[in-house]
């Protein structure tokens, strides 16, 4: 008697569980990750067109390059136009992708709008220097607050690869052997011996 009855009040406790949970996800997934935080959100008339040239000079100088959150994601939104495709441009429109520098990594903020509420998908990165150059791989990620692991990611693979395609220039000159060194808000580019100190 009691058998049938603990069975069936464990499947019904199971079933509420399991649908708690998938409601719980989906909340997480539309609730769209903060990115106020992000400095350069907002063009303004001091967009550095000439970033990248400054960057090569540095390099090709053997001096060091310091580029801010701020300067980074300003030179982006002037380079980067994502148009979506002719199916779903009726119902989305994207609103920008940012950069989020943090302690030996940084975070790519891909925001959207879907029939006018918000919608975020982020991708964690960590760097490190080689011999060959910097060498870059996922960690992690979020559709909106949801936290999920790399292997997750593949649904805006197709993103990230168009990112990767328009700074191809960008790409290049990261493939020389350079230290780098990432921490909150900031980015620096050593193209001496890795063997030397950072500051």
């Given at each position: 008697?009691?058998?049938?009855?603990?069975?069936?009040?464990?499947?019904?406790?199971?079933?509420?569980?399991?649908?708690?949970?998938?409601?719980?996800?989906?909340?997480?997934i539309l609730s769209?990750?903060?990115?106020?935080?992000?400095?350069?959100?907002?063009?303004?008339?001091?967009?550095?067109?000439?970033?990248?040239?400054?960057?090569?000079?540095?390099?090709?100088?053997?001096?060091?390059?310091?580029?801010?959150?701020?300067?980074?994601?300003?030179?982006?939104?002037?380079?980067?136009?994502?148009?979506?495709?002719?199916?779903?441009?009726?119902?989305?429109?994207?609103?920008?992708?940012?950069?989020?520098?943090?302690?030996?990594?940084?975070?790519?903020?891909?925001?959207?709008?879907i029939l006018g509420?918000?919608?975020?998908?982020?991708?964690?990165?960590?760097?490190?220097?080689?011999?060959?150059?910097?060498?870059?791989?996922?960690?992690?990620?979020?559709?909106?607050?949801?936290?999920v692991p790399s292997?997750?990611?593949?649904?805006?693979?197709?993103?990230?690869?168009?990112?990767?395609?328009?700074?191809?220039?960008?790409?290049?000159?990261?493939?020389?052997?350079?230290?780098?060194?990432?921490?909150?808000?900031?980015?620096?580019?050593?193209?001496?011996?890795?063997?030397?100190?950072?500051?």
């Amino acid at each position: 008697m009691f058998r049938p009855r603990f069975r069936t009040v464990f499947i019904h406790s199971f079933s509420l569980s399991l649908i708690f949970g998938i409601v719980w996800i989906h909340i997480l997934i539309l609730s769209p990750e903060s990115f106020e935080d992000i400095e350069g959100r907002k063009f303004n008339d001091k967009v550095p067109k000439d970033l990248l040239d400054q960057v090569a000079a540095a390099i090709d100088s053997g001096n060091s390059f310091e580029c801010s959150e701020e300067a980074l994601n300003q030179y982006i939104g002037s380079i980067i136009n994502v148009r979506e495709s002719e199916e779903i441009e009726k119902f989305t429109k994207f609103r920008g992708l940012f950069v989020r520098l943090l302690e030996g990594g940084f975070d790519l903020v891909f925001v959207r709008n879907i029939l006018g509420k918000t919608f975020t998908s982020s991708v964690r990165f960590v760097m490190s220097s080689t011999d060959s150059g910097i060498e870059i791989r996922v960690k992690s990620g979020r559709y909106g607050m949801l936290q999920v692991p790399s292997g997750f990611m593949n649904l805006i693979r197709s993103g990230i690869m168009s990112v990767g395609n328009v700074l191809w220039v960008e790409k290049k000159i990261l493939s020389r052997p350079l230290l780098v060194k990432l921490k909150d808000g900031w980015i620096r580019l050593d193209p001496r011996s890795r063997t030397l100190p950072e500051n």
